[in-house]
């Protein structure tokens, strides 16, 4: 008899959002649906990580990083996250911002803590958090606002309740967390002793002069509660390369570093060298990458008006909210399929981030993503008005 495979997975699956690539994929549809970010890597960045190569610089660094890279990290958090770190005890540097949230779970939590996930969330929160045994609580966000209340915290605590996330800018939703929501957090954090995750890995894409604000800066209460997870993937379109990096007290951060190390030694060595050199581009590299962001949102923005899919028109990140209850289809997934067949455009089905028990199902919705080259965009834009038109 052959064992059966681990409980910890059951009623687990690959997400919609990789199946939705592979649906794309065999359609030859425009990939609209994953946040591949096919943009180009700023030469800096893949010259020093070419020059590491070359420089034989890819022996195994700390598990916590390289030390260099890990000193502009701390520089970079007091510039622009106000955010106290040291270096040497309070920095990891993971392979990836999801093994950054990994080494969180198996290092602060235990099997049947509750953890606290505002929804829409991004799935792989709930996914890694139902393997490391870590039970997600959901805290169901009100469209088309998302507005995180103390009220909607509050009831969503049980006795078992020991951490909360957030993510902000919000995937799926590109919603970002205003300081007085956080401030909220604050508060009931240190009323119910919750550690507090955050994922800001698109803390660098914001639009309309909005100021990003990390959690972990709004008091000293809030920091010493606070693991701050930040990436490197969508800033420097190097979502492969799989870097990303934790912030956290050091008597939290030793945990983080002591998972890392059993799960994946370090951060791939030569690409740390690589983004080494992304922390000294100076602002207009930001500056001009969110300039382009803002041209492809509204040019998304405007096409889904037109067809008659009313967006959510997103605060940061790159990702659209639709509403595609006027397609008629019975789910989110077939009202994908259906953009997938007909107008060769794939997005991802909005069930994809939400659990249904909270209030909200994500039925009605799909989300787009459109850190793409412009050449793609613009086709995808141009197929779905043709698409469109041919519907009215």
């Not at 693991?227 to 969508?234: A, C, M, P, Q």
Request: include cysteine; glycine fraction near 10%.
């Amino acid at each position: 008899m052959v064992r059966p495979m681990s409980q910890r997975l059951q009623g687990l699956a690959q997400s919609e959002i990789r199946a939705m690539t592979r649906a794309a994929d065999a359609a030859g549809a425009i990939n609209l649906g994953q946040g591949i970010c096919d943009l180009p890597t700023p030469a800096p960045v893949a010259d020093a990580a070419v020059q590491a190569i070359r420089d034989r610089k890819s022996t195994y660094t700390y598990c916590e990083g390289d030390a260099g890279l890990r000193r502009k990290i701390a520089a970079k958090l007091a510039r622009v996250n106000g955010i106290d770190a040291d270096p040497e005890t309070d920095i990891v540097v993971t392979a990836g911002s999801a093994a950054a949230f990994t080494c969180v779970l198996h290092g602060l939590f235990d099997p049947g803590d509750e953890l606290l996930i505002p929804e829409p969330y991004y799935g792989y929160h709930v996914g890694a958090a139902r393997v490391a045994g870590v039970v997600p609580a959901y805290v169901g966000l009100r469209a088309p606002g998302f507005e995180l209340t103390a009220e909607l915290l509050r009831a969503a605590i049980t006795p078992k309740t020991r951490g909360l996330v957030l993510c902000t800018p919000s995937n799926p939703s590109g919603r970002m967390l205003t300081r007085g929501e956080l401030e909220v957090a604050a508060r009931v954090a240190e009323e119910f002793d919750l550690t507090v995750i955050t994922d800001e890995i698109y803390e660098s894409i914001t639009y309309d002069g909005r100021e990003h604000v990390s959690p972990a800066s709004i008091s000293a209460a809030m920091a010493r509660r606070t693991v701050t997870i930040l990436g490197l993937s969508k800033t420097f379109s190097i979502t492969g390369w799989r870097l990303g990096y934790v912030v956290a007290p050091a008597a939290m951060a030793e945990k983080l570093k002591l998972v890392h190390d059993l799960f994946y030694i370090c951060a791939p060595t030569p690409l740390q060298h690589g983004v080494a050199a992304g922390f000294d581009l100076d602002d207009s590299f930001f500056e001009g990458m969110r300039a382009d962001y803002a041209a492809k949102r509204a040019l998304l923005v405007d096409t889904l008006r037109e067809i008659g899919l009313p967006p959510i028109v997103p605060e940061g990140a790159y990702y659209i909210l639709a509403d595609v209850s006027s397609m008629g289809e019975p789910t989110a997934k077939a009202a994908a399929m259906r953009l997938v067949e007909e107008a060769g455009v794939a997005a991802v089905p909005g069930t994809a981030f939400f659990s249904g028990t909270a209030g909200e199902t994500g039925e009605g919705l799909v989300r787009f993503c459109y850190a793409k080259e412009q050449g793609a965009l613009e086709e995808a834009c141009r197929r779905l008005r043709t698409w469109g038109a041919a519907r009215a």
